[in-house]
């Protein structure tokens, strides 16, 4: 056994560098999940030493043996091909032992998970690492960015209103400062990158800032326009967790051969429309049931509807039903398309029961953006996560030595 795991660790070790979409989902596999204990809808960026947990369903329900992989990644998220023995103790890969079957639903499926750390993995490094899910021909079946940090700095950060008149009304704008009282960087602009995050989606990032500022054991990085971020609009909802009912959003349910259905009230493009606030969780999901005990196993999977009534019937841009449910990627699945009948864009997508954010978003110049169909207004609520890598000179691997997070409304 140590002999085969051994073998496909380096095997996949030296292969490590054609792997780079990190976010890849097979078609089979869904609600893939990276959660920090008691939070479900936490984004997986997390203190050096807390419990990851991880867990996928396979619709195929055949109950295939399933591995998993870990590699770490440097700032630009490349894999480094850095030695495993460096960030790693135990193995970098191994099989995913623990599963469960669904039970009571229409749609049958397997139920995988495990945790980092565990017996056989534990990661002793901060830094960026690639989650890889294989199954038993070593076909990649999920891949996941993940974050780890190891709190060696103070981060001072707040988010206000761009200062440039053209942008007022819809951008804004993270400020913040590094406090070092234990540490000394003898060249902090070469030793030291940071990656500002907007609602844990790595399309919206500002990356590669250079210190602006030097005070006693402080850094300053008081910018506008190099960390402005276009605040965007408050997601839409759905709750899908009474799979016999509706609910908020829902306008009508119903069961087909090929199981449930769930068809959402059309939604309007809002770029035009005055900011209205109401809560959501920036873009997440929770999986949970009305129908059921445990969520994990009990709650079904539903078609869910999605329809947008534009103002122009051939739109210029692709538009694509845009969230975390896939890792906030835009695929052929998710992407709209126009309906004859009802003169609606509208797609389709299998979800699992639970709260779902969502919204709609086009590519502009090769990047991800809401603005042509939702706007962009400054008074949006979103999260911003500011992560500090520091590599020192003639250190072979960065690490991230300080993370933080805050909100657009504190």
Known sequence: MFKKILFFSL???????????????????????????????????????????????????????????????NYNWEVSGT?????????????????????????????????IPNQNTRI??????????????????????FVIYEPKVNIRAKSIRDRNLKNIDSKQVVQFSILHPNLIFNKPAQELKICVLQNNDWNFIKKDLRPQFYKKNEIVYQYNEETSFYGRNEFLNFDSKNITGTNVNIAGIGIKENGYHTYLYPTIPRAAVPYTYFPDINGAFVVRTLNGVDAATESDYTWVHFSLDTQSKNPKEKIYVYGAFNNYAMEEENMLRLNEDSQMLETTLQLKQGFYNYTFATLEKNHASTRYVEGSFFETENDYTVLVYFKPFGARISEIIGVAKINSRQ
């Open 83 to 115: 030695n495993p023995t460096l960030y790693i103790d135990g193995y970098d890969s191994f099989e995913i032992q623990d599963f469960k079957t669904s039970f009571n639903t229409l749609q049958n499926f397997t139920h995988h998970y495990f945790q």
């Open 11 to 73: 095997a996949f070790f030296f292969f490590l560098p054609q792997i780079t979409g990190q976010n890849f989902t097979a078609s089979f596999v869904k609600s893939v999940q990276l959660q920090i204990e008691n939070n479900e809808n936490s984004n997986p960026i997390f203190m050096l030493g807390e419990p990851l947990f991880v867990s996928f369903d396979d619709l195929e329900a055949d109950q295939k043996n399933y591995s998993y992989h870990i590699a770490h990644c």
């Open 124 to 145: 002793k490094t901060s830094g960026n690492y690639l989650l890889t899910i294989l199954n038993e021909e070593e076909e990649i079946c999920v891949q996941r960015r």
